[in-house]
């Protein structure tokens, strides 16, 4: 039997060529989600900043760094091959990107980062200890005055305030695809594969691990965009 890790890797594997289009329909304002992680990011725009980009994807949080910082060095890590392959024809154009086909569970980081950041992966780490213990590493590997943030799908901290997410995370659906494949399929693939943990618990986590200025920067009902600075 399939693991779940293994389960998620191949819908990734499987997805890969059509993401780009499939998740502007799926992730209510997906473009400005990705805008405001990287706006946050608190570099001027030429330094060389180091950057790990966890869950990569096709590329395109990684093509908004380096859009945004030319001398960016920019890392994406991801266990699916094709979506790597996607994103380095997508970044073809940023010859110094490096791709990592990998774990983020077993990653050996090998250097500090200044900034390390996510979109809508992390919430594959399984349990609450999993995200902590991952949390704490990520703190481990960032220089000073680096930065871990983190857009992802959340849970409300009450079933009221969470019907009322996952109501409204539907009505977005429900504008570009039929309501038996919002169930069918997305909800579906939520419930067996996601692992989204309480945004309020996930701050005092971080709060915990010693990162400061920890904010919420952009949310819609479910998908928040969050983290924190390692200060010196
Ligand atoms: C929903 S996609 C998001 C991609 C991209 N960050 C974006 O926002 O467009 C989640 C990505 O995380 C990757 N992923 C999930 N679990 C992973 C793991 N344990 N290690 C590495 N990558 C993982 C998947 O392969 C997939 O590419």
Redesign the pocket.
Known sequence: MQSM?EV??EH?QNEARN?DEI?QKIVPF?SQM?DALIIVLPFHISKDIHVL??????G??CQKVKERYVNAHVTC????EN?IIVAKQRLKVYPDVKYII????NFEFSQKYDAII????LH??RTDDDKKTFYKNIFDHLTDNGVFYN?DIILGSNKYLQDIYMSKWKEFMQNNISEEEINSLWILKYDTEDKPAELIHQLAWLNKIGFQDIDVVWKYFNFAVYGGVKRK
């Open positions: 890790k998620v890797k990734f993401f998740i997906y990705i980009d966890l869950g990569s994807g096709t395109t949080v890590l991801d266990f699916a979506m990998g774990d983020f569970y996510s979109s809508l992966a594959h780490l857009a």
